[in-house]
């Protein structure tokens, strides 16, 4: 069946470090692959989203790009801050509308 | 706006009971789709609504169940409840379900624990 497998955490960077978060998929046909956030006392938010191949989803900094030759779509910034410090989930949504989210990383990011 | 709100905060039962959770959609959704998280672990689909009407279901027994009203508001049900069913329920909204374009957006939760 479907499913998404996201890099072990806790994880943790120093400010302006680079931060990679691996997050790999299977699939049927064609999901859409998305990355939440979860800061710490608060509800999850979409961080960024990509629904089909070599689509690269960003936001606040964050980037990853739908990779369907290595189905994954890793979560990338060049730059971490403090303010980074939350959980992030991968998420894919299958064809047959059925929700997948990874296990989630821990970040955290020190001055 | 109101963002998503979700009902109550949290609930304590005894197995073998029933429980109710509620979830008011962002106004002008129309989709309502229900998460179960337990600690330390993704969110887990249970059910998608759209229109008063299933269009998703994950991988769970039939003592769960849910249905969507006529406002677009929500109710899960778990019946017959077990100790694993202790966990966060998240309700997310959205303004329909398909392909392309989709947003959820994700309630506060509510905490349920079996005792």
Sequence with gaps: ?111 | DAGVTQSPTHLIKTRGQHVTLRCSPISGHKSVSWYQQVLGQGPQFIFQYYEKEERGRGNFPDRFSARQFPNYSSELNVNALLLGDSALYLCASSLAPGQGIYEQYFGPGTRLTVT
């Design chain 1, 1 to 111: 069946g479907d499913s998404v497998t996201q890099m072990e955490g806790p994880v943790t960077l120093s400010e302006e470090a680079c931060l990679t978060i691996n997050c790999t998929y299977t699939a049927t046909g064609y999901p859409s692959l998305f990355w939440y956030v979860q800061y710490p006392g608060e509800g999850l938010q979409l961080l960024l989203k990509a629904t089909k191949a070599d689509d690269k989803g960003s936001n606040k900094g964050f980037e990853a790009t739908y990779r369907k030759e290595t189905t994954s779509f890793h979560l990338e910034k060049g730059s971490v801050q403090v303010s980074d410090s939350a959980v992030y989930f991968c998420a894919l949504r299958s064809t047959g509308n059925q929700f997948y989210f990874g296990t989630g990383t821990s970040l955290t990011v020190i001055p």
